[in-house]
Nanobody, 125 residues
Framework: QVHLVESGGGLVQAGGSLRLSCAAS????????MGWFRQAPGKEREFVAA????????YYTNSVKGRFTISRDHAKNTVYLQMNSLKPEDTAVYYC??????????????????WGQGTQVTVSS
């Protein structure tokens, strides 16, 4: 079992930055790929970014490439999402998720096994 807790959300003006953190409870965190998803009101949950267990591979949805960076700290069992140049369309609840070991890092919600409770990010124009 992996318990995930997100933090770092808030209200920021367009062009600003936020760093989201996701703390994991289990030592098995080190073998899990980790992802960030987001869900805006009235929309489906969408993939934002993912990082392999070794941090050798990272993936981003096109709309955040060059602005967001995903990283992880194995010593702290924590994964981060650094968000720069934020836009109003980035407004959503952001969720951290863990994918049990698999051949391919997932980009769909159903490919992830554990989820955090979410943290709200609001970007004002």
């Amino acid at each position: 079992q992996v318990h995930l807790v997100e933090s770092g959300g808030g209200l920021v003006q367009a062009g600003g930055s936020l760093r989201l953190s996701c703390a994991a409870s289990a030592r098995t965190f080190s073998s899990y790929a980790m992802g960030w998803f987001r869900q805006a009101p009235g929309k489906e949950r969408e993939f934002v970014a993912a990082v392999s267990w070794s941090e050798s591979s990272t993936y981003y949805t096109n709309s955040v490439k060059g602005r967001f960076t995903i990283s992880r700290d194995h010593a702290k069992n924590t994964v981060y999402l650094q968000m720069n140049s934020l836009k109003p369309e980035d407004t959503a609840v952001y969720y951290c998720a863990a994918q049990a070991p698999a051949p391919i890092i997932g980009t769909m919600p159903q490919e992830y096994h554990y989820w955090g409770q979410g943290t709200q990010v609001t970007v004002s124009s």
